[in-house]
């Protein structure tokens, strides 16, 4: 059974420039939500994807935008990354929005220089 | 006053006692509750989820949910040296659609 899966594992991006990330939900799932996690805090909730629409955000600027594809998985945009923007982006994945446990990916680790 | 309060720990118990816990949260509108561990570098990882008031038992885990006192606890007997890590509680909000985490707190079993 194929667990939540993200690429890439880690990035290293200048300030200014933009990142895709992506992410696979867990077989049977078709919920995506995405937190980013900064280093010695909990992670917090930026959005999250269901029946390829964005039902729920977070306290994130506009520059932070996702998307879901019909086959459930899932990208997280940012754009003129801040140096702020460093962190772990986490993906987790569920079944039924508004319905049962969250399943995190592996993360991806976001380096702006 | 933050969504979800956590003891930041750390947390230091010796192998075989109870490891104990705690998280409260502001939103009496919560429904669902979460414990994760997240070893270091990693990502987390469930452990138990609650719903309704009372205790939930899983093999050495119990959950207890007291939604009156908006507190919430994780109880880990027989800790072991494998069980360090830091211990994340989240609220859903929203059914779901808005998970809410706490800092986290940090546990060390020392053998």
């Known amino acids: 059974d194929a667990g939540v899966t993200q690429s890439p594992t880690h990035l290293i991006k200048t300030r200014g420039q933009q990142v895709t990330l992506r992410c696979s939900p867990k077989s049977g799932h078709d919920t995506v939500s995405w937190y980013q996690q900064a280093l010695g805090q909990g992670p917090q909730f930026i959005f999250q994807y269901y029946e390829e629409e964005e039902r729920q955000r977070g306290n994130f600027p506009d520059r932070f935008s996702g998307h879901q594809f019909p086959n459930y998985s899932s990208e997280l945009n940012v754009n003129a990354l801040l140096l702020g923007d460093s962190a772990l982006y986490l993906c987790a994945s569920s079944y039924r929005a508004g319905q049962g446990e969250q399943y995190f990916g592996p993360g991806t680790r976001l380096t702006v220089t | 006053q933050k969504e979800v309060e956590q003891n930041s720990g750390p947390l230091s118990v010796p192998e075989g006692a109870i490891a104990s816990l705690n998280c409260t949260y502001s939103d009496r509108g919560s429904q669902s509750f979460f414990w994760y561990r997240q070893y270091s570098g990693k990502s987390p990882e469930l452990i138990m989820s609650?719903?309704?008031?009372g205790d939930k038992e899983d093999g050495r885990f119990t959950a207890q949910l007291n939604k009156a006192s908006q507190y919430v606890s994780l109880l880990i007997r027989d800790s072991q040296p494998s069980d360090s890590a830091t211990y994340l509680c989240?609220?859903?909000?929203?059914?779901?659609?808005?998970?809410?985490f706490g800092a986290g707190t940090r546990l060390t079993v020392k053998p």
């Open positions: 609650i719903y309704s008031n």
């Open positions: 989240a609220v859903g909000l929203y059914n779901n659609n808005d998970m809410r």
